[in-house]
């Protein structure tokens, strides 16, 4: 069965430092990965997605994430965290083949960013 | 282009109480997904719709929830009765493409936060 582990519940960085948010998933194809952001009494909003191709992925709000089949892994990553990058992070992974779209979340990480 | 709507965005009801949420897609969206997100977890999917036709509602406890997507374009999710462990936000995503394949990207709602005393 696919499943996503977050291994952070919550990390705190400060504004200007760099992050980076794990995720590892158990699929046994070539699995679909998601970053989502979640604003408080907000809906998710995509971050970026791989799918194939170049294992270096680049997203919105100068986010990127990182797909190592080796250590079934995709990790987000941000050079310069700003203070309105604070929310909740979900990884997720989407099943392939059929017809079906559903996304397998994990439980997400909360960042925080001190000043 | 207008996003997913959802209403209400707040509901408190009493244990076996019945409930109903309501959701419009994105306009020219074919598949609707309704999500329960329990607070501390991630979203999990309850029910997939592919214009009215159901996909897939194997995660649906179907003896309380139940859900409709009329003339394929708006969606009601409804429980009756409601449990204490029902208290989650409903997220309600809509995505284009006839497939629902994971390509097509989900564009979620604001959800609608349900507390059952």
């Known amino acids: 069965a696919q499943s996503v582990t977050q291994p952070d519940i919550h990390i705190t960085v400060s504004e200007g430092a760099s992050l980076e948010l794990r995720c590892n998933y158990s699929?046994?194809?070539?699995?679909?990965l998601f970053w989502y952001v979640q604003s408080p009494g907000q809906g998710l909003q995509l971050l970026l997605k791989?799918?194939?191709?170049?294992?270096l992925v680049q997203g919105i709000k100068g986010f990127e994430a990182e797909f190592k089949r080796s250590q079934s892994s995709f990790n987000l990553r941000k050079p310069s965290v700003h203070w309105s990058d604070a929310a909740e992070y979900f990884c997720?992974?989407?099943?392939?083949?059929?017809?079906?779209?559903?996304?397998?979340f994990g439980k997400g990480t909360k960042l925080s960013v001190k000043p | 282009e207008a996003g997913v709507a959802q209403s209400p965005r707040y509901k408190i009801i009493e244990k076996r109480q019945s409930v109903a949420f309501w959701c419009n897609p994105i306009?020219?969206?074919?598949?609707l997904y309704w999500y329960q997100q329990i607070l501390g977890q991630g979203p999990k999917l309850l029910i997939q719709?592919?214009?009215?036709?159901?996909?897939?509602d194997s995660q649906l406890p179907k003896d309380r929830f139940s859900a409709e997507r009329l003339k394929g374009v708006d969606s009601t999710l409804k429980i009756q009765p409601a449990k204490l462990e029902d208290s989650a936000v409903y997220l309600c995503?809509?995505?284009f493409g006839g497939g629902g394949g994971p390509w097509y990207e989900q564009f979620f709602g604001p959800g609608t936060r349900l507390t059952v005393l």
């Open positions: 995503a809509s995505s």
């Open positions: 699929y046994g194809a070539t699995p679909y």
């Open positions: 791989y799918f194939s191709g170049d294992t």
């Open positions: 997720a992974v989407g099943a392939s083949g059929g017809s079906q779209g559903n996304l397998i």
């Open positions: 306009s020219g969206h074919a598949t």
């Open positions: 719709f592919q214009n009215n036709g159901v996909v897939d």
